[in-house]
């Protein structure tokens, strides 16, 4: 299978604890996306990176919120101290890219976060 | 700023009848609009978008969109509606100015009665 995977698909920390999610993009995808989404809401956005560059990052991600995309390949999303409030689903996505056009996302599976 | 509404939290529609799930957006510039679905324990899947041309897209499954700019709309429609369309359906928008930041409605769920 060739499509976006991402890892872990469930994650449960204590609050305070720092967790790593990794998103894995389609091959030719130079598009990498991450998303939040809760229950009964669409997916929010988080940041976005064309290859290795990060070149949009959302209001909503505060200083606790990292993401690395090294190489232009996989890319990693870290949440330092997590907090209650982090608890959600967080998905990645992948496009093509091009100046003229707009191409459709690819979505993984999710990561569900669980903050106790 | 950019937005989007689906007005309805959950459509129903009898099998063989046709479907339209409701959308309409705020952006800055010309929209880049997309239809998702999301089936249970499933990640979203790609159904159609509209860039430019043609008001009216066809995508996967049968399902077609018609973009209105005086309406700035984007509904979903399928003439014939199935039981396995029964799912979530999410509307996006980007700005052809500015960033990437791609902007999702809250959903709309569609169940399709046998």
């Known amino acids: 299978d060739t499509g976006v995977s991402q890892n872990p698909r469930h994650k449960i920390t204590k609050r305070g604890q720092n967790v790593t999610f990794r998103c894995d993009p389609i091959?030719?995808?130079?598009?990498l996306y991450w998303y939040r989404q809760t229950l009964g809401q669409g997916p929010e956005f988080l940041t976005y990176?064309?290859?290795?560059?990060?070149?949009?990052k959302s209001r909503l991600l505060s200083d606790r919120f990292s993401a690395e995309r090294p190489k232009g390949s996989f890319s990693t999303l870290e949440i330092q101290r997590t907090e209650q409030g982090d608890s959600a689903m967080y998905l990645c996505a992948s496009s093509l890219g091009g100046r003229a056009t707009a191409y459709e996302q690819y979505f993984g599976p999710g990561t569900r976060l669980t903050v106790t | 700023a950019q937005s989007v509404a689906q007005p309805e939290d959950q459509v129903n529609v009898a099998e063989g009848n046709p479907l339209t799930v409701k959308c309409t957006y705020s952006?800055?510039?010309?929209?880049?609009l997309f239809w998702y679905v999301q089936y249970p324990n499933r990640g979203l899947q790609f159904l159609l978008k509209y860039i430019t041309g043609d008001n009216l897209v066809k995508g996967s499954y049968g399902f077609e969109a018609e973009f209105n700019k005086s309406q700035t709309s984007f509904h979903l429609k399928k003439p014939s509606a199935l039981v396995s369309d029964s799912a979530l359906y999410f509307c996006?928008?980007?700005?052809?100015?500015?960033?990437?930041?791609?902007?999702f409605g809250a959903g709309t769920r569609l169940f399709v009665k046998a």
């Open positions: 952006v800055s510039g010309n929209p880049y």
């Open positions: 996006a928008v980007r700005g052809d100015t500015g960033g990437f930041k791609t902007i």
């Open positions: 091959s030719e995808h130079n598009r």
């Open positions: 990176f064309q290859n290795e560059a990060q070149l949009e």
